[in-house]
Nanobody, 121 residues
Framework: LLEESGGGLVQIGGSLRLSCVAS????????VGWFRQTPGKEREFVAA????????RYADSVKGRFTISRDNAENTVYLQMDSLKPEDTAIYYCAASGLYAPVLATAYQYWGQGTQVTTSS
């Protein structure tokens, strides 16, 4: 089971840190990705991190603004989001995969319920 937290309302240009906590499963065995979705659109890749944190990937739209990291001792993966823009408003999901650090949603086997991030002016 994966559970996201940390979403909320934030001003444009502000920051949020999302957390993805695994329970009942050892997250260090999995790569973890963050995806986001807005109404009427497909789920979009945001960032991914390999099981040991040695490799990270980012969507071009968030590169330089978002940072994915993990603390396997805490069974948690984080997404630090800085310089937030209006287009970052979405429901953010974390997901776990047995592959290295995939960008395709179909490569992820386990998903959380999502947390809403809303930017405002």
């Amino acid at each position: 089971l994966l559970e996201e937290s940390g979403g909320g309302l934030v001003q444009i240009g502000g920051s949020l840190r999302l957390s993805c906590v695994a329970s009942g499963r050892d997250i260090k065995a999995y790569a973890v990705g963050w995806f986001r979705q807005t109404p009427g659109k497909e789920r979009e890749f945001v960032a991914a991190i390999s099981w040991n944190g040695g490799s990270t990937r980012y969507a071009d739209s968030v590169k330089g603004r978002f940072t994915i990291s993990r603390d396997n001792a805490e069974n948690t993966v984080y997404l630090q989001m800085d310089s937030l823009k209006p287009e970052d408003t979405a429901i953010y999901y974390c997901a776990a995969s047995g592959l290295y650090a995939p960008v395709l949603a179909t490569a992820y086997q386990y998903w959380g319920q999502g947390t809403q991030v809303t930017t405002s002016s």
